[in-house]
């Protein structure tokens, strides 16, 4: 337990720490992407580090993903630790073939020989009217690779921690930052330091439904079971933090608590990890469910511009709240 | 072919669940009816062994038809029932040439099988955990009925249903028949939805312009102040999970039963020119139907049931008249009707009386209203409640004193 003073920070700051505590640890370390420099990054993640580190180590990039992922590769490889920002993980698609063909493989491919210790930090996730081309949350798809690491921190302390150990993999390692989480505030140990980066967390305990969030729908999870504990039902959240691999045993523990369970996931419902998460409680926990998994997702439509679209398509507390209550059976009088 | 209510004058067979050289006992479910209200599963009521089926699958025929002949058991012989589904031991070809065997196709085309609604099954729906739960205490899934998402038996169904004096299962038949096989055997005649819509519409008219034509109805209403009964269903259900908690139509039902068991006039038939006091104080609870029409099966021995088992029984009852699976004895043996409008938001109902019964007590919706008590007015919830009686069956004065005692009833909530 730390013992130094809490202090409010915000999400995006806490990042920015982790970033400027990596590089005045190693000197390996430094930061790329499109606007992560003079313009203080996109997301203002990166404010002022080219003041305190210099062009060499905070550069800014042409704007073509596929080029500077594949640069981070080689940096990695030749023994740098790199963190490579993209703007969004809509634009990670043109860096797909690096990350999958080359940064998920090389190890495998050259026998061994090779390590890829990249960082690739990237903004996912809807909510801000930055409409359809700008708002995916594509996690599940980068979930289905072998080889990468992916992590969904939702919490401050996860903000903070999850980049050092993430650079200390000799894996690549993607972490995805929700947008809406950026001016999260809170408070945080000053000395705050390191978290694990392979289990899952329970961020509210309860007895009668599992909801299983990550990233951006955590907060949703939390205020649904917020509104059921007015109606007396306890709902356990499971914030998932390590996307892949998936940490199956806090899931399956947590299931065989309640008995049911939710999965509350920003992707599309259709081959998503939310799928993912259901099928492996299905396998692993049949005979302790109550009744079927149910899933809270967006609707399966490019993300609307219009606030009011945006948000009907966006898994709401409320939609969870209702899922919850049909699953329970909660007397409707006739 | 039992009178399944008073408004039905035919039944069609669906589906026999003996066989000739079958052991029965009273209460066992033999067969499927379909009234023109709903799919009834009929009871027998006396004992022995199947003789004869004499109404074959599919044929529709009048209130009072010989069904099926028994033979009484002579003494306590142990004949082992023959488990299995109807008809497995000739499993039909896949071929529509067996159909030649089967009885004479009603008037109407039968389903075809692959058309056949997968809704239609038997197979309980039942958790995972719940079955695994009803393994360990040995509890017949067959009996209990279920509370989770579309009817689906959960764990605290199972639990509910294992205390002491669990009735002895009444179906004999497997608790999970075949369908996909049992159907090409039993070409159930083709009955459309809107079919069943305008038979249901006929029959709900008849009854009551029979009622209307016949029963000197008299109505009394009287508003009831019911602040007490809900602060005291708030606090009792802040002890409940969830899915157990009460409505207050529990405590209206309940209310309404414990009163009838005090006013034998108002809980009965007229038949024949006279009263005829019901044995025992059934409820018929009406229950509208999803896509039009109305049923009201008896909830058995209302006065003599906690509120917990009063919310399990209407919950079961909804659930089966929904899915078309009461039974013969729900069908013809509620003694009085309660109607409760409320969530449709009117405030009060002058009821139809449903025919033989005499008496229907209806509730409107809970408002809060201005209400005076020794001087101060006040807000409290307040619910109308109305009663239409038949004339020829008891007066006015009768009449009031039962309304009198549904309210001093939900005075005093903790007695229900």
Redesign the interface.
């Known amino acids: 337990m730390s013992v130094a003073p809490a202090e409010t920070i915000t999400y995006r700051d806490a990042i920015r720490e982790a970033i400027r505590e990596a590089m005045l640890a190693d000197e390996r370390v430094f930061l790329m992407g499109e606007d992560v420099g003079a313009y203080g990054g996109c997301f203002g993640v990166s404010r002022g580090l080219l003041d305190e580190f210099g062009p060499e180590r905070i550069r800014d990039t042409p704007l073509s993903e596929s080029a500077f992922v594949g640069a981070g590769i080689g940096a990695a490889m030749g023994g740098m630790r790199p963190i490579v920002e993209v703007m969004t993980v809509n634009f990670c698609l043109l860096a797909l073939d690096q990350i999958m063909n080359n940064a998920a493989t090389i190890t495998h491919m050259s026998g061994g020989q090779f390590a890829i210790p990249l960082v690739l930090r990237m903004t996912t996730g809807a909510g801000r009217q930055v409409a359809a081309q700008h708002s995916h949350s594509l996690e599940g798809w980068l979930a289905h690779i072998p080889g990468l690491k992916l992590l969904a921190p939702a919490t401050l302390a996860d903000a903070r921690g999850m980049l050092a150990p993430a650079l200390a993999d000799p894996n690549p390692v993607l972490i995805f930052e929700h947008g809406s989480l950026y001016n999260l505030e809170g408070e945080l140990a000053a000395d705050a330091g390191a978290v694990d980066i392979e289990r899952a967390a329970i961020r509210r305990p309860g007895a009668?439904v599992t909801l299983i969030a990550y990233g951006g729908t955590l907060p949703t999870a939390l205020s649904a079971a917020e509104e059921l504990a007015t109606?007396?039902?306890e709902a356990e959240v499971l914030d998932l933090r390590v996307l892949r691999p998936l940490d199956d045993r806090a899931i399956i523990e947590s299931v065989m608590r309640t008995?049911r369970a939710v999965v509350v996931d920003e992707g599309w419902r259709s081959g998503s990890l939310a799928a993912e998460v259901s099928a492996r409680i299905m396998e692993q926990a049949?005979?302790?469910?109550?009744?079927?998994v149910a899933r809270v997702c967006s609707a399966e439509v490019p993300m609307p511009y219009p606030r009011h679209l945006e948000q009907a398509a966006l898994p709401q507390p409320g939609k969870v709240v209702d899922e919850v209550r049909?699953?329970?059976?909660?007397?409707s009088?006739? | 072919m039992p009178s399944l209510g008073a408004d039905m004058e035919a039944g069609t067979v669906l589906d026999w669940y003996v066989k000739p050289g079958d052991t029965v006992k009273r209460g066992d479910i033999v067969a499927l009816v379909d009234t023109s209200k709903a799919e009834i599963e009929v009871e027998i009521f006396d004992g022995g062994v199947i003789d004869e089926l004499l109404v074959p699958v599919g044929e529709r025929v009048p209130v009072g038809t010989v069904l099926a002949t028994l033979h009484p058991v002579p003494a306590e012989v142990p004949v082992p029932v023959p488990v299995g589904p109807p008809a497995p031991e000739t499993p039909a070809p896949p071929t529509p040439a067996t159909a030649v065997t089967l009885p004479p196709a009603p008037p109407s085309a039968p389903v075809p099988v692959a058309a056949a609604p997968a809704g239609t099954n038997h197979r309980l729906r039942v958790?995972?955990?719940?079955?695994?739960a009803a393994a360990q205490l040995g509890v017949d899934l067959s009996v209990v009925s279920g509370?989770?998402?579309n009817g689906?038996i959960?764990?605290s169904d199972v639990e509910r249903a294992r205390p002491a004096g669990q009735p002895a299962p009444p179906v004999e038949r497997p608790a999970t028949p075949a369908p996909p096989v049992e159907r090409p055997t039993t070409p159930a005649p083709a009955r459309e939805p809107g079919d069943r819509q305008a038979a249901m519409r006929e029959a709900i008219g008849a009854l009551m312009a029979r009622s209307k034509r016949e029963i000197p109805h008299y109505y009394l209403q009287l508003e009831i102040d019911i602040g007490r009964a809900l602060d005291w269903l708030r606090d009792a259900n802040?002890q409940r999970?969830?899915?157990e908690?009460l409505?207050?139509?529990a405590l209206l039902l309940s209310a309404v039963a414990r009163a009838a068991a005090e006013m034998p006039e108002m809980n009965g038939f007229w038949t024949d020119g006279a009263f005829r006091p019901g044995g025992g104080v059934h409820l018929g609870v009406a229950?509208s139907l999803r896509g039009g029409g109305l049923i009201a099966p008896a909830l058995h021995d209302a006065d003599k049931k906690s509120l917990d088992d009063i919310?399990a029984g209407?919950?079961d009852l909804?659930q089966r008249a929904r899915a078309g699976r009461l039974r013969s004895s729900e069908m013809s043996d509620p003694t009085l009707t309660v109607t409760n409008l409320g969530?449709r938001g009117v405030d009060l109902v002058h009821g139809v009386i449903y025919p033989p019964q005499v008496a229907l007590v209806g509730f409107g919706a809970v408002r809060e209203r201005p209400w005076a008590i020794d001087g101060m007015l006040g807000v409290r919830p307040v619910v109308v409640a109305t009663l239409a009686a038949d004339h020829r069956a008891s007066d006015g004065h009768a009449g009031g004193r039962f309304l009198t005692l549904i309210e001093r009833r939900l005075q005093k909530p903790e007695t229900l």
């Not at chain 1, 049949?286 to 079927?292: G, I, M, N, S, W």
């Open positions: 009668d109606d007396g039902v008995h049949f005979y302790e469910l109550d009744a079927p049909r699953m329970i059976g909660v007397p009088d006739e | 958790s995972p955990l719940a079955r695994r509370s989770g998402p689906a959960t764990k802040l999970p969830m899915n908690r409505l207050p139509s229950i919310m209407v919950r909804v969530e």
